[in-house]
């Protein structure tokens, strides 16, 4: 793995553990979330982009980073869609194999809702990874990640960057300069990170060298 230079502080980011609790307990407004057909509906469109056309086809570009180390259950689940899609593990090495149940792991979620319905029904609302969008091949998008797990910060420590967990992400990115933006985003159109409590989706995108972020709630019925 590459070590970026990044401008993190220390101790943002930790080390692979074991599998951990989620990082809130599920609130009773999380689990209604969940429940609301409706605000699944509106963010599986904005996740497709079908916001002004949802019958328009989909487009096979939505793809996810989930970490397994956030629930025991998403190694499980990648192990399940395994059989028949394309898991990417962003862990290589010797250590790879020991690593995989608590490791980040990337892969398209195609056309259908199968794999966004269970992410929905299993861990919206917990800090479980990220989407974005890109035209780009599954393999070449792990390799384009692969080079940021390792980051070091400005005072020289090599850490571990977690920028697959949304608590991560949405605060880093803004500090980005142009350069970092083209060189994290590469082959990424754009990001789309859930909130805090999973009841809005902050769509991030890089134009003309800066970062625009749009935030849309979920409908609620």
């Known amino acids: 793995m590459i070590c970026v230079d990044i401008d993190i502080h220390p101790g943002t980011q930790d080390l692979p553990q074991e599998p951990r609790a989620p990082f809130r307990p599920t609130t009773r407004s999380t689990a209604g979330l969940r429940r609301d057909h409706a605000a699944r509906r509106c963010a599986s469109r904005l996740l497709w982009q079908q916001e002004a056309a949802p019958d328009q086809p989909r487009q096979g570009h939505l793809f996810a980073i989930l970490d397994a180390a956030c629930d025991r259950g998403i190694y499980a689940g990648l192990q399940h869609f395994a059989a028949w899609h ?99 985003f590469g082959p990424v159109q754009h990001f789309a990170l859930q909130d805090d409590d999973g009841a809005a989706i902050v769509t991030l995108r890089r134009e003309a060298g800066r970062l625009i972020t749009r935030t849309s709630r979920l409908a609620a019925e």
């Open 86 to 184: 394309h898991v990417v593990p962003l862990y290589q090495g010797t250590d790879a194999g020991n690593l995989a149940a608590v490791g980040p792991h990337l892969l398209c979620l195609g056309t259908t809702d199968e794999i966004f319905d269970w992410i929905w029904e299993n861990f919206w609302g917990e800090a479980w990874g990220i989407f974005f969008w890109s035209p780009a091949p599954a393999g070449q998008l792990g390799a384009h990640f692969r080079r940021h797990l390792l980051a070091r910060t400005t005072d020289g420590e090599r850490l571990v960057f977690r920028f697959y967990d949304p608590r991560v992400l949405l605060p880093f990115l803004p500090t980005c300069t142009a350069a970092q933006l083209r060189d994290f």
